[in-house]
């Protein structure tokens, strides 16, 4: 697909969310993946500041555990507190510099163990205030484009009004309930991962595989299902099992 | 960024002993957000709840009829896992909570704040904030109050932990960034047939006894090189810990 259709996709899916009732969670996941497709990047993180505005990963272009550790990572050192705290982007960043590895001596080192050879970091703004930040990681040193510096800082605004416009709550009050929402979501949905991969005996990666499939096929939100599963009250015999390993 | 205030009241409510001796933390906290009255319930399994702190007679009322009822802005906070603010209660359409209505007119509350204290689908309980006045909580405030409630949530969850020498357990609010530590907490649920939220006080446990990280012991139990018994224990080493059957 060419890059304007690829866009304009995106743009098409922004819409949707705001005339449907969608799953943020998920809508970050895809928008994570776009990003992906893209920009010149191998993957690509969505971070939300918490109530100690500690970084929290709401969402990644794969939900690889160890992907989702190693933005985790950034919730104290790495390019995407710097850019949080600062309002400023912060792109082309190289981990072998050793200014790099000196600055955030545990981020730097553990990004390159997983491939990645420069990273970017896009703030997500609400008017003045910065609510998080876009981690964007390649495994290429080529420097981050203009046009995809520019196209980044769009993507990081629409996954800033997807958070902020989601009506999964039947009456919001305020942003910062609806940024709350969306940090226990995620919680609740790595609880569930490792409910379904102990009844399964699979790994919690697979676990989450199967269950996303579940919830696209059958139209559920996948935080609204993952909320019914903790509560015990949705039967996860209906979710069809990954094989097992053991 | 937590106000000199809310600092001191953290304090304060790492050196307490329990929440039973705690009106004066309570007191102090309510001070500090600039409400009228603070209440503090507890989720004791299914759904009932336990008030536990308040500093008001009109805030307990409040939280009573809430608890009774079952629906308010505590219930709504505690189902959603996402504060709900009211800052002026005459100008919630009655649809939104038809019976809280009629059965609250009577009391001194005009504004209230609930913050619900948990960790994702694990639910401790509410921290809520009244005020006999209508108008919002600063930003400061309600940060203030966030980080309150999530103090709360750490001394109810890892209660059981402390209580063995009166320290608290090693794990920080930090370790709770780690999608690790929740998916151990899903597994461990399973393992032991238990609700989430004694599966996370196993696994604090376990870290605790053995002087390793929660972090540590969540990768451990994640890539299943550890499976905690049902005392709590790795393979059945190591002393039993009490923990209590409260959901």
Known sequence: MAREQEITKVFVEVADSLIDDFDLIDFLQQLSERCVELLDVAACGVLLADEHDVLQVLAASDEDTRLLELFALQHDQGPCVDCYRSGLPRTSINLEDPNAQQAWPQFAPAARQSGFVSTNAIPMRLRRKVIGALGLFQTSGRPLSDADATLAQALADVATIAILQQRTLAHSETERSQLQYALTSRIVLEQVKGILAERWQVTTDEAFVAFRAYARAHHHQLSHLARLIADGAFDTEQIPRPPQHR | ?247
């Not at chain 2, 319930?41 to 805030?59: N, P």
């Not at chain 2, 709504?76 to 809280?100: F, I, K, N, S, Y």
């Not at chain 2, 600063?138 to 103090?151: I, K, N, P």
């Open chain 2, 1 to 247: 960024m937590i106000s000199d205030g809310m600092a001191e009241v953290l304090r304060l409510l790492q050196l307490d002993v329990g929440f039973d001796a705690a009106a004066e933390v309570a007191a102090r906290a309510a001070e500090t957000l600039g409400v009228d009255g603070l209440t503090v319930s507890l989720a004791t399994g299914g759904d009932r709840a336990e008030l536990m702190w308040c500093t008001d007679q009109a805030a307990g009322r409040f939280e009573d009829v809430q608890l009774t009822l079952g629906e308010g802005p505590g219930p709504e906070a505690a189902r959603t896992g996402a504060m709900v603010l009211v800052p002026d209660l005459a100008q919630v359409r009655p649809e939104r909570w038809p019976a809280l209505n009629g059965e609250t007119s009577g009391l001194d509350v005009r504004a209230v704040f609930c913050f619900p204290m948990g960790i994702g689908a694990i639910r401790v309980g509410v921290l809520t904030v009244v005020r006999r006045t209508v108008g919002p909580l600063t930003d400061g405030q309600v940060g203030d109050a966030q980080v309150l409630a999530h103090a709360l949530t750490g001394r109810a969850l890892g209660s059981v932990v402390a209580g063995l020498d009166g320290t608290v357990p090693a794990d920080s609010a930090d370790t709770l960034l780690h999608a690790v530590v929740h998916q151990a907490t899903g597994m461990v649920s399973v393992q032991l047939d238990v609700p989430l939220s004694q599966a996370l006080l196993r696994l604090r446990a376990h870290a605790y006894s053995s002087g390793r990280p929660l972090t540590d012991i969540s990768r451990d139990v994640v890539a299943r090189r550890l499976r905690l018994d049902h005392n709590g224990n790795d393979n059945g080493n190591g002393n039993p810990l009490p923990v209590s059957d409260k959901d």
